[in-house]
């Protein structure tokens, strides 16, 4: 103390404030050599750096008006925030979208609305909505599974997503009814609070995995075994964000517990490959599936962005030849999210969900296969006019990622890359991860999927429908080039959907599979 009040008495403050910015005009021309501006400009080239860094939150504070941004804007993340909180996520004064630009989509309403008779069940519970199909009925699987939520948490490993996040969001699952996929991490503790899972693997096979970075079906037959939350088991064969991209998980980042969650050394680099060791052709494919469906009795999918069609079709003559198949296809799209992936996979490879999924699907429809698959849709789908489209184009539950993100609190910061997400969402930080506050977060996700869930069952029935599932290519709309004007999707893609089987949701209801039961 005494020795800086003598310095304080040698020169008064703004002559240290002047030293300070002698040094580092010094080391900015003489000593650092990496930044030309810094050099050129000393001091001031500092500026430049910083304002930079902040400039996304600026833009999105500030400067981007309400429809602006990507990959959700205002207005998107809005409703989300105010669905999940039950606020008020109503807009006033008409719409702020113009309405007549290309590829805007509309539901045709009916003249008048489908009336809920006296003792229906969404009379009772405004926000069911169970998926219309069960997964594994058709291929006789001993535990065949109706996801009870047409809305569900898509593919997040605990790893890229704190275990903060997975926790709220296994609890929100379970308030909400619906179902959370592992993601590609392996089966963690804070998948297991009570919610339905689904297992998800990719190439690095994490926690069914041989010490050689192999499928081990061993590992697979006892973890179903222990944990019968798990209600079906995925695939991945790709995700829109980085098709066919294989990644390194870095030893630095290998604790003890991703190690035992995983399956893996602790410290040690792991790398996810490019592709599976398990399979690398579509019959091989077929027999991995009907191999862990027969060993686990569960219903088993696949995941994939969609790019060529050879090998789907293939896989779809197949089915066509066996008899077998898949019980579930997760279809997700290019503008898919991710924790990390370069900018050139993201923004180009894999062909966005509308154009993917629809190629697809017709690929089974010409096969007349769609009644045997339920249909998974994924890609910024959140919305309930957008699962309205994406349902009449023949998905039967929709997986939200980012959505569900938000719901518990994600201010798309876009960093979850570098671990500093600020929300303690897609961070390992223990620091960060802190601030979330599980038992309020697991509420707003499950508030989000029935405010999401209400809101497409009232558009279902402006429609004229008592279920999503009814909804076809003729119900909805689309602005395509001026020329043509604006069409129906069945137009626009050449296809309409296979008629869904469904008689009622009382049927829905009253299912022995409903839930996994
Ligand atoms: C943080 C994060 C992690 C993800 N991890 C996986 C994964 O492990 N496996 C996978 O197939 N997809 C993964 N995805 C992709 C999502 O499951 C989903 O398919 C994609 O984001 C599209 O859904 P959305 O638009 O609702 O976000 C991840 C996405 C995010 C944002």
Redesign the pocket.
């Given at each position: 103390m005494a020795y800086q009040i003598v310095l304080a008495t040698i020169l008064p403050w703004w002559a240290w404030m002047l030293i300070a910015l002698v040094l580092i005009a010094i080391w900015d021309i003489f000593i650092q050599k990496k930044h030309t501006i810094k050099h050129n400009y000393p001091i001031v080239g500092h500026l430049r750096y910083w304002l930079e860094s902040i400039g996304p939150e600026m833009r999105q504070y500030f400067v981007a008006n309400n429809r602006e941004e990507l990959p959700f804007n205002r207005i998107e993340r809005g409703w989300i925030y105010a669905s999940a909180k039950k606020e008020n996520n109503y807009e006033g004064f008409g719409t702020d979208r113009d309405i007549y630009a290309h590829q805007h989509v509309f539901i045709k309403n009916s003249m008048m609305a489908y009336k809920i008779p006296q003792g229906h069940p969404n009379e009772l519970d405004p926000s069911f909505v169970p998926c219309a199909k069960v997964m594994g009925a058709f291929n006789n699987r001993r535990k065949p599974y109706r996801p009870a939520s047409i809305v569900n948490v898509?593919?997040?490993?605990f790893g890229?997503?704190s275990a903060a996040a997975v926790e709220a969001m296994n609890i929100g699952v379970k308030k909400s009814g619906a179902y959370h996929?592992t993601?590609?991490?392996g089966l963690s503790p804070y998948h297991k609070q009570g919610g339905d899972v689904i297992f998800?693997f990719?190439t690095g096979y994490f926690g069914v995995r041989t010490p050689d970075g192999n499928f081990s079906m061993e590992k697979m037959r006892k973890l179903v075994d222990e944990n019968p939350c798990i209600k079906a088991i995925e695939i991945?064969l790709s995700?829109?964000?980085k098709p066919g991209k294989g990644g390194v998980l870095p030893g630095a980042k290998i604790t003890h517990e991703l190690a035992e969650i995983r399956g893996v050394e602790v410290g040690k680099d792991v790398l996810s490959p490019a592709t599976h060791k398990a399979f690398s052709t579509v019959p091989e494919l077929m027999a991995l599936i009907e191999q862990i469906a027969d060993e686990t009795g569960l219903p088993v999918g696949i995941?994939g962005a969609i790019g060529k069609l050879d090998q789907w079709e293939e896989l779809a003559n197949l089915m066509l030849k066996t008899g077998k198949g898949p019980d579930f296809i997760t279809v997700?799209?290019g503008?898919?999210?991710?924790?990390a992936a370069p900018p050139s996979f993201a923004d180009h490879v894999s062909l966005p969900w509308v154009y993917g999924f629809s190629s697809v699907y017709r690929v089974f429809l010409e096969r007349q296969l769609t009644n045997r698959i339920v249909f998974i849709g994924?890609?910024?789908?959140?919305f309930p006019a957008k699962a309205a489209m994406a349902f009449a184009m023949g998905a039967d539950c929709i997986?939200?990622?980012?959505?569900a993100?938000m719901s518990i609190g994600c201010i798309q910061a876009q960093v979850?890359h570098t671990n500093r997400c600020p929300t303690g969402i897609?961070t390992q930080n223990k620091w960060l991860q802190n601030g979330i506050n599980v038992p309020l977060k697991s509420d707003r996700l499950a508030q989000y999927f029935k405010t999401f869930r209400k809101e497409f069952l009232e558009i279902t029935h402006a429609s004229g429908y008592e279920h999503p599932c009814q909804f076809t290519m003729d119900d909805v709309q689309v602005n395509l080039d001026d020329n043509e004007l604006n069409k129906s999707l069945a137009y626009a893609y050449g296809y309409n959907k296979a008629k869904v089987a469904f008689k009622g949701v009382q049927e829905l209801k009253d299912c022995s599979y409903l839930g996994g039961k």
């Amino acid at each position: 103390m005494a020795y800086q009040i003598v310095l304080a008495t040698i020169l008064p403050w703004w002559a240290w404030m002047l030293i300070a910015l002698v040094l580092i005009a010094i080391w900015d021309i003489f000593i650092q050599k990496k930044h030309t501006i810094k050099h050129n400009y000393p001091i001031v080239g500092h500026l430049r750096y910083w304002l930079e860094s902040i400039g996304p939150e600026m833009r999105q504070y500030f400067v981007a008006n309400n429809r602006e941004e990507l990959p959700f804007n205002r207005i998107e993340r809005g409703w989300i925030y105010a669905s999940a909180k039950k606020e008020n996520n109503y807009e006033g004064f008409g719409t702020d979208r113009d309405i007549y630009a290309h590829q805007h989509v509309f539901i045709k309403n009916s003249m008048m609305a489908y009336k809920i008779p006296q003792g229906h069940p969404n009379e009772l519970d405004p926000s069911f909505v169970p998926c219309a199909k069960v997964m594994g009925a058709f291929n006789n699987r001993r535990k065949p599974y109706r996801p009870a939520s047409i809305v569900n948490v898509s593919a997040m490993s605990f790893g890229s997503l704190s275990a903060a996040a997975v926790e709220a969001m296994n609890i929100g699952v379970k308030k909400s009814g619906a179902y959370h996929n592992t993601g590609e991490g392996g089966l963690s503790p804070y998948h297991k609070q009570g919610g339905d899972v689904i297992f998800h693997f990719g190439t690095g096979y994490f926690g069914v995995r041989t010490p050689d970075g192999n499928f081990s079906m061993e590992k697979m037959r006892k973890l179903v075994d222990e944990n019968p939350c798990i209600k079906a088991i995925e695939i991945k064969l790709s995700q829109g964000a980085k098709p066919g991209k294989g990644g390194v998980l870095p030893g630095a980042k290998i604790t003890h517990e991703l190690a035992e969650i995983r399956g893996v050394e602790v410290g040690k680099d792991v790398l996810s490959p490019a592709t599976h060791k398990a399979f690398s052709t579509v019959p091989e494919l077929m027999a991995l599936i009907e191999q862990i469906a027969d060993e686990t009795g569960l219903p088993v999918g696949i995941k994939g962005a969609i790019g060529k069609l050879d090998q789907w079709e293939e896989l779809a003559n197949l089915m066509l030849k066996t008899g077998k198949g898949p019980d579930f296809i997760t279809v997700d799209g290019g503008e898919g999210g991710t924790g990390a992936a370069p900018p050139s996979f993201a923004d180009h490879v894999s062909l966005p969900w509308v154009y993917g999924f629809s190629s697809v699907y017709r690929v089974f429809l010409e096969r007349q296969l769609t009644n045997r698959i339920v249909f998974i849709g994924s890609g910024k789908l959140g919305f309930p006019a957008k699962a309205a489209m994406a349902f009449a184009m023949g998905a039967d539950c929709i997986n939200v990622a980012r959505e569900a993100m938000m719901s518990i609190g994600c201010i798309q910061a876009q960093v979850c890359h570098t671990n500093r997400c600020p929300t303690g969402i897609a961070t390992q930080n223990k620091w960060l991860q802190n601030g979330i506050n599980v038992p309020l977060k697991s509420d707003r996700l499950a508030q989000y999927f029935k405010t999401f869930r209400k809101e497409f069952l009232e558009i279902t029935h402006a429609s004229g429908y008592e279920h999503p599932c009814q909804f076809t290519m003729d119900d909805v709309q689309v602005n395509l080039d001026d020329n043509e004007l604006n069409k129906s999707l069945a137009y626009a893609y050449g296809y309409n959907k296979a008629k869904v089987a469904f008689k009622g949701v009382q049927e829905l209801k009253d299912c022995s599979y409903l839930g996994g039961k």
